[in-house]
């Protein structure tokens, strides 16, 4: 019961936390979800386990190196980009993970409304701003083919948890250098 309870107030800050940041700009609004995000990922899995450290990889990626131009929109779009990719990512085939399904349930939730949030932010920059940055329909391949290898990676170890554990280190790496973009974006403002 009290349990329940916990969760329903939990679920009632999350979906009013923007209101509370009504006096920000959007990108201590998005700092604030993306390090939310980085805790939900941690917190769903724990530490990496060490059965799974033959499964590690070169995937890493360095996330500015999938922006395409330095316009406010080319950030936006890719970033919006990123959680849209990230979101489909982790509505694959989770059976094999034993990760807090509660957890795991506010992370896709959250990654979902980040892509919401950072689609309606490049929307309302666009509009202000038509001249700058990449236009929309201009597709982002190096990001799109960064999470076509992290798909073809797990499907090649057919889901498994140790997949799973390295595709959520990668994410956890990605995060990390979006926070710290947003950091730096926040800063210059």
């Excluded at 970033?79 to 849209?84: A, G, P």
Aim: some cysteine; hydrophobic content about 35%; aromatic content about 8%.
């Amino acid at each position: 019961m009290m349990k329940t309870m916990l969760a329903q107030c939990f679920c009632v800050l999350v979906a009013c936390s923007p209101a509370l940041f009504l006096e920000c700009n959007w990108d201590t609004i998005q700092l604030k979800l993306i390090n939310d995000s980085l805790h939900l990922l941690q917190d769903m899995g724990g530490k990496f386990p060490n059965h799974c450290l033959k499964e590690v990889t070169g995937l890493s990626v360095q996330f500015r190196s999938l922006i395409h131009g330095k316009e406010e929109t080319d950030i936006l779009w890719t970033l919006h980009n990123t959680f849209k990719l990230a979101s489909n990512l982790y509505n694959s085939d989770l059976k094999s993970v034993d990760w807090d399904k509660f957890k795991l349930i506010e992370f896709k939730d959250l990654l979902y409304r980040q892509a919401d949030e950072f689609k309606r932010d490049a929307l309302e920059v666009t509009k202000t701003h038509p001249v700058n940055g990449t236009p929309k329909r201009k597709r982002r391949p190096r990001l799109r083919k960064y999470f076509k290898t992290l798909r073809k990676f797990l499907r090649r170890k057919e889901h498994s948890l140790c997949a799973w554990e390295v595709v959520r280190s990668e994410v956890r790496e990605i995060l990390q250098q979006l926070s710290s973009l947003c950091n730096e974006t926040t800063r210059r403002n």
